[in-house]
Structures are given as C-alpha cells and as structure tokens.
C-alpha cells in the first residue's frame, strides 16, 4: 500500500483522500437532475477533513454552494479565499449581523428581530443580505413554526436591505425507510411553500434532503440538495449502502515511536489497566491520544492494524498517546508477520492491506455515531491530502 509520509514534527496525522472525495462528490452529483444544486456541508471544519483544500475539489466536482455551522466558521472560509455562496445553517445571534453583511455569509432566519437587524446591517452598508428562511416542519430545533411562515415573512419583507434567497428544513428521519413522520415534515414543508407562493412571496431556492434524504427521496430534491457525511464517503445509515457505492475519504494513522518487550505483570498506561499476560508481548506506543479525537472509552476496546495484522490497544488511551500489545508468537488475530519496530506506521481509521477499521466500527464501539468519529480527528491533527 502507498503511504502517506507523516509530518515531521510528530508521528500522527490524518490522510485526506481528495480523489475519493471527488468521486463521492460526482456521485452524487449523478444524482441530481440537472438543474438541482449541490450545496455541500462543510460545517466542522467539513467534518474534521479540512474544509478549504476539501471545498475546491467540491467546487471542481460540481458544488456550487456551501454550508457552515458557525458564523465564525464562515468567516473563515473567506479568509481563506473562498468567494462561493455560504449559507450559516442557524440563526446566528444578532450581534454577528455586521459580520455577516460584510463577508457576505447568508444567514438562516427564523426570527423578525433577527431579520430586521440584518437588513438594517445591510442598508447601512449599501447592500443587500441574502438569507434562507428555515421552516421547522418537525425536528423541533430550528427554524420559523410552520403556522406562522407567512406573517414572519410580511413582517419583514418590507426592507430593502433583505432578499430571501432560500427556504428550508430539515429532516429528522430522512433515514428511516417509508417513514410515517419523514412524510408528515415533507407535507408540511410543501404546504408552507405553497402558502409563501400564495402570498406572492418569493422563495429563493427550495431545499430540503440531506445525504440520507438526497439519496433515498429524489422526489423532494427540489431546487438544491444539502449533502454533507456522504460526501466524505460515510454512510448515515445501513439502508444507504444499497443505493450508492462511496469511499471513505479519512485514514488516521501514526508512527510507532517506542518499543519494548515489558516483564510478565508489567501495567500499561493510567490506572494500569492492563497488565501484561505473558511473555514475548511487545508493548508499543504511538503519538495519537483523546485530544486528538481518539475517544477514551475506546480503551482496551480497539484495534490497530500494523502490517495488514490486527493488534488490541492496551491500557487507557492518554491524551496525547495510547499504547497497543503485540503478541509476537501469539494468535493469529493478534500477531503482526513480524515483531513491530520503532518507525512502522499504525493504522487507527481505515485501510492497510486487507484490513480495514471503519468509522463505524468505532462508532459502535463508543456507543455513537460515523459522523462524530471523525469531527474528532479533527481537532488537532494535522491533515495529509492525498
Ligand atoms: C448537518 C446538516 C446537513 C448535512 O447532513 P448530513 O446528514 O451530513 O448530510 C444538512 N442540513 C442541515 C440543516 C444540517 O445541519
């Protein structure tokens, strides 16, 4: 297997596989119909990837807008040099609205005094702030109550500093097959649309699937379609996996950076949690902890793969490191073709050889989601992209 050579300041780092994502992006973009739009979500830092080397291979893969958690998030990305439309997935607090007026990030709105504030921000500026109305049809998060979409909007669209360049909600179980709730959101977001429609009031781009709803709902495409975990190649749930092949896109990997063939009875790590059974284990450790995003209670849960062979990490994973066994003449499972050396790369999410540790191994191992293993990779490792 080719690899990615680590940084060299410390041996763990995250790989980014942009050709992956570039072929998970055409993917979907296959499922579009031509016309729908693509807004790719790249809030957390898109999802622990990297978002502005990850939003230019999007971008060249037929996205044509983006979307951030955060205001500062966005700004962020403009910085960076990114000119294409950015949508803030909530109602930032009231206090932001000169930042977002000033690098043309769209908020979503679901309150007056918030709008009003926004279009003031902008009229003063001499410019006009787009923003998406968000409906809540159902989730009970975000967004404008359905009953009262229309008097929101009268309420506000006297201002010439306010364009509403969308409306949108989200699903709660775009996941769940034939589900009676999933149908309830979508009567209902129809409803408000039409009754903005009816009101004569003009509502931007209609969107509403995420990447379950994108792949299993083609029918509520509408205008754009929000995809974020696809992209990246993880799936939001089993049902997924039969509609659309997608490569993961992160590896996580580090360097062994110590070695030793410990006593019989030696502990490992904090609270010595394990202790060594026998003789001829190895005892390894490699630069990659819970302030890395390697969850603690993954503790003498996980594996590692060295050499295309699966190891037990051993003891409590520590914040900036965690320690794994090797049982030199031991299991089959357990026991690498050779001893393991200082220097030999450590596979914590992904591929080496045949084996393989997916994110959602992991995930089920801490009792969570694909999605929140790897938002935790991201937050102190460097990334390689490939
Ligand atoms: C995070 C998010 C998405 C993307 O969801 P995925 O399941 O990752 O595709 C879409 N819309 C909103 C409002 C979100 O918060």
Redo the contacts with the bound molecule.
Sequence with gaps: MERAQGPESRWSWVEVNLAALRRNVTAFRRQLERGVQLMC?V?ADA?GHGAVPCMRVMHAAGASQF?V?TVSEGVALREAGIEWPILV?SEPPVDCVRTLVEHELMPSVYTADFALALGEAAASAGRVARYHLAIDTGMTRIGVRRSDVVELRRTIDFHRGLECAGT?T?FATADVPDDWDFALQLNRFREAVEALRGAGLETGLVHCD???GTIMHPECHFDMC?????LYGLH?AEITRSYLDLEPVMSVRGRVTRVIYPNVGDGVGYGLTWRVPKQNIQVATVPIGYADGLARELSNQMEVIVDGMRCRQVGNICMDQFMFAVDVNGARSYRPTRPVEYGDVVTVLGADDDERITAEEMAALRNTIN?EVVCDFGMRLEKIYT
């Design positions: 979500v809030k999802y979307a958690a997935l949108f989200h995420n990447t379950p929000r995809v974020g975990i696809g939001p999605y």
